[in-house]
């Protein structure tokens, strides 16, 4: 089975700052992919960022990078220079490509940035 | 291009009563998933479907609940009786699985239900 664990349930960063959002992961799978969605206020789900278990580069999207160490299990998601509309709740999600294909998520972490 | 689209947005019924949430995949799109999120237990797969045919349901609670995909644009998940406890935000998915690809799961804007 696979679990997802965010130990941060809030974190508060300044504008402009750097933060990082923590994630590890289980799985007896070694085919996997990992997922960083955004929940703002609003309540959609944001697609951010993935990361396959076999990609050797870490993944980045604009603002967004995933610091993915494989060993140690963790995708930790960091997002530069933060803006006031980063504040939301974030999830990270799992999912194997050898049979389910549903995500497992994590119980999220809340970001404040304030001005 | 047009995301994944539910309807309705918000839902408040009374308990007891029918309720059913329509989802419209992304185009093209060939996996339909849909989530239920909760404070207590969080995102969790209620069922996914495949080229219409349903894949996996052992996340569906109990027979109150059914999800029907009756063509490649179309989806439902209808709970009957309703109960309290099932308020929740319901979240309509769906990905598209070409190899090579990342197979992401884009997110409709979800429906807020309310049973009273």
């Known amino acids: 089975a696979q679990k997802i664990t965010q130990t941060q349930p809030g974190m508060f960063v300044q504008e402009k700052e750097a933060v990082t959002l923590d994630c590890t992961y289980d799985?007896?799978?070694?085919?996997?992919?990992l997922f960083w969605y955004k929940q703002p206020s609003s309540g959609e789900m944001i697609f951010l960022i993935y990361q396959g278990s076999y990609d050797e580069q870490n993944a980045t999207e604009g603002r967004y990078s995933l610091n993915f160490q494989k060993a140690r299990k963790s995708a930790n998601l960091v997002i530069s220079a933060s803006q006031l509309g980063d504040s939301a709740m974030y999830f990270c999600?799992?999912?194997?490509?050898?049979?389910?294909?549903?995500?497992?998520f994590g119980s999220g972490t809340r970001l404040q940035v304030q001005p | 291009d047009a995301g994944v689209i539910q309807s309705p947005r918000h839902e408040v019924t009374e308990m007891g009563q029918e309720v059913t949430l329509r989802c419209k995949p992304i185009?093209?799109?060939?996996?339909l998933f849909w989530y239920r999120q909760t404070m207590m237990r969080g995102l969790e797969l209620l069922i996914y479907f495949n080229n219409n045919v349903p894949i996996d349901d052992s996340g569906m609670p109990e027979d109150r609940f059914s999800a029907k995909m009756p063509n490649a644009s179309f989806s439902t998940l209808k709970i009957q009786p309703s109960e309290p406890r099932d308020s929740a935000v319901y979240f309509c998915?769906?990905?598209?699985?070409?190899?090579?690809?990342?197979?992401?799961?884009?997110f409709g804007p979800g429906t807020r239900l309310t049973v009273l």
């Open positions: 999600a799992m999912r194997d490509f050898t049979g389910r294909r549903a995500l497992t």
């Open positions: 799985t007896s799978d070694q085919s996997y992919g």
């Open positions: 185009s093209g799109h060939d996996y």
């Open positions: 998915a769906s990905s598209f699985s070409l190899p090579g690809t990342t197979d992401t799961q884009y």
